[in-house]
């Protein structure tokens, strides 16, 4: 893999986690290009540029890290590393117990570490999302996004955030993340989901895979169980 090809694309609004900062400039030592957005409270915006920029510039790999992630260099090597058109790193919310990904509702568990792989979900989160080139071509075209003007630059608006109809249910919206995943699948690409990387969401604490569940430990490999809607994910 040549590693000048992708380009690592890191949306900041107040600032970059101490372990997030040290792993990006390991990848700069490595030959990636990190690019740092500073200061935009409207995320959509911000990726909407980068990812603009990054295709003119030429990069065929798009790597989106969110400042708050915590994550080991290697990782997005490991994505690489599938040769697939869509791959993520799946990590919790801050707060609640939930994936900051949407799996298919007829998923009954998750399994994390070293016993866990590949999964096809429905939505990915962007805090570590490996992205080609092409998807962004074809998403443009079936699409049939615009060349916007967006303070004063030209950008696509891949991350445009939309609605969608839900059966028997008011329609979703979709933020950012979600909202270039629904193109991306109304495009012909499926969302996968690495389940062996080990990823930390920086708030009070790192929080990671068994802070979705009841008990709070480390483990080589984490099964989630989803409970039926009106509960909560249960962890083993």
């Not at 615009?146 to 979709?174: I, K, S, W």
């Not at 099964?223 to 249960?234: M, R």
């Amino acid at each position: 893999m040549d590693n000048r090809k992708c380009v690592i694309l890191v949306p900041v609004h107040y600032n970059i986690e101490p372990h997030c900062e040290l792993s990006l400039r390991q990848l700069e030592t490595r030959g990636y290009a990190v690019r740092r957005h500073f200061g935009s409270p409207a995320v959509d915006r911000a990726r909407n540029r980068m990812a603009t920029e990054a295709l003119a510039a030429g990069f065929e790999e798009l790597m989106w890290i969110d400042g708050d992630v915590a994550f080991e260099p290697a990782s997005v090597d490991r994505l690489r590393s599938h040769g697939l058109p869509i791959v993520c790193g799946m990590y919790p919310t801050k707060v609640h117990r939930n994936l900051s990904s949407l799996v298919f509702p007829e998923t009954k568990q998750l399994v994390f570490g070293k016993e866990g792989g590949l999964l096809e979900i429905r939505y990915a989160a962007t805090g570590f999302l490996l992205t080609h080139r092409q998807v962004y071509l074809d998403v443009q075209k079936h699409e049939e996004l615009p060349t916007c003007d967006q303070e004063n630059r030209l950008v696509v608006p891949y991350f445009l955030p939309m609605l969608v109809p839900e059966e028997n249910r008011p329609p979703r919206y979709l933020g950012c993340d979600y909202a270039f995943c629904e193109r991306a699948r109304r495009s012909g690409y499926k969302i996968v989901a690495d389940t062996t990387i080990r990823l930390q969401h920086i708030g009070v604490y790192g929080y990671s895979w068994e802070d979705l569940g009841e008990r709070v430990g480390k483990h080589e490999t984490y099964t989630l169980t989803f409970a039926p809607p009106s509960g909560s994910p249960a962890g083993g």
